[in-house]
Every structure is written in C-alpha cells, then in structure tokens.
C-alpha cells in the first residue's frame, strides 16, 4: 500500500476538524474523499501533504512513517498537493510559478522532461509559458497549479477542489487530465465536492462526516446506498445517472 492513514485525529488549538480518518491509496489507484463543508477533507489532505500536524493516529507512506519526516520534506518522499484555490503567484509568469514545482535537486535535474511532460498536457500553457499567471482564466490558473505539482514528480498527488469555480467544460477537461496523469503511473488522491464527478473517476471512495470516515467502498456501491444518493446526488434512490 503506497499511503496509510490510520485513526487520524488532527485540531486548531482546541477544536478537533478531524477525530477519526482513516483511508488506503494503493499505487495504481484514484481515491476520491467525499462529505459536506466542514467535513474535514481539506484538514485531512493538508495533513497528508505535510501541512497539518496531527495529534492521535498513524499516516505512512511507502512504508515511511510521516511522523518522522519534517514537513519541508514531504515532497522529497514523492507527495505533491495541488490546493484548493489554486494559490499561485499571480505576478509571476507561468514558467517562473512551474520552476517553484521542481525545487527539489531531485526534481530540478528532471526540469527540461518534466516540463515537457507539462506542456503535453497542457499546451495552452507552453503557449503562454512567459504571460504573467494572474493575467489566466481560471481555468488555466487550475493548469498552472496541476502543472507546478507536476514537476515534483510525485507518486501521489493530492488534489483539493480541482473543480471549484471553474465553467463545465472546464471542468470536464480538468478531470481528462487527472485521468491522463493517472495513466502515467501517479497515484491519485481527490477531495471533490462535485460527487458524480469524482466518483466517476475513482476506484475507491471515502466518505468524511463531522470528521470521522463513516463509509467506503467502490463507487458502484456507495452510489447504490440510499442515504449517500439523497445526501451527495439529490436522488431519494431509483436510479442514479453516472455520468
């Protein structure tokens, strides 16, 4: 198993956001963690990334205990976080925010590859690899920022809204691209609040209330459990359109 989380209870100051999370991404996976606002998912995520500290549980990943590993170095075992919002430097151009993705020595020897993995992807962005990042559709912002985690060359990415203000269509493109990167071999972890979409997508989900995972299971299950349909679909059963 590439990443365990075990019994994860994770606070700010006194108030507990997290008290008992547990999930499993395997190497060849897409997990989508799904729950309404105030769940915990953004909390668990930053966790993994090695932004939130935890106070009770156990998080490995590939075998390496995260509690051992400063934050700083996270990514040098092979995670990288795509964040809600996006948070790119909006003064800087698209290249010069995508170089900040490979400052580790690992990953900067890689940069001409990797870059050029990036642009694959992306070719809106190597059109405009020097256009200042701020001046980008949204959508291009959320390119830039998948782009940036990218050139990490994680074996797990994480990412945390994907979706969030973005058109449709847009939409429907960001997930192609997370089905593409998947294809290359990158573990995938999702925290989406679009439900149908991510759970299009996974081959694994996690359901987060109130900062416990309360149910799990492939996505053929979960959407065939009435209280997930009525809660995360709109539907009060029958059939549920996939998508």
């Not at 782009?147 to 797990?156: E, I, Q, T, V, W």
Request: hydrophobic share 45%; glycine share 10%; with cysteine.
């Amino acid at each position: 198993m590439l990443l365990e989380a075990t019994h994860l209870a994770i606070a700010y100051g006194d108030a507990p956001a997290v008290w008992d999370a547990s999930l499993e991404v395997d190497r060849d996976e897409v997990i989508a963690v799904i729950g309404p606002n105030g769940a915990g998912k953004s909390t668990l995520i930053n966790a993994i990334a090695g932004l939130r500290p935890w106070q009770r549980g156990a998080l490995r990943f590939a075998g390496v205990d995260l509690a051992t590993v400063p934050p700083h170095a996270v990514c040098r075992h092979g995670i990288a976080l795509v964040p809600e919002g996006r948070r790119l430097f909006t003064r800087m151009s698209v290249e010069d925010n995508l170089d900040i993705g490979c400052y580790r020595a690992e990953a900067r020897r890689a940069r001409q590859e990797t870059l050029s993995r990036v642009f694959g992807l992306f070719p809106v962005l190597a059109e405009r690899r020097h256009q200042i990042a701020g001046s980008l559709s949204g959508g291009q912002q959320q390119m830039v920022a998948i782009g940036r985690a990218l050139m990490a060359r994680p074996r797990l990415l994480l990412l945390d809204e994907p979706s969030l203000g973005l058109a449709p269509a847009v939409v429907d493109d960001v997930f192609d691209t997370i089905r593409a990167i998947h294809d290359e071999g990158v573990a995938i972890l999702l925290v989406e609040q679009n439900v149908t979409r991510a759970l299009s997508i996974a081959n694994r989900a996690y359901v987060l209330e109130e900062g416990r995972t309360v149910a799990n299971g492939p996505p053929s299950v979960l959407l065939e459990e009435p209280r997930i349909q009525e809660a995360y679909l709109g539907t009060t059963g029958g059939s549920v359109d996939r998508g």
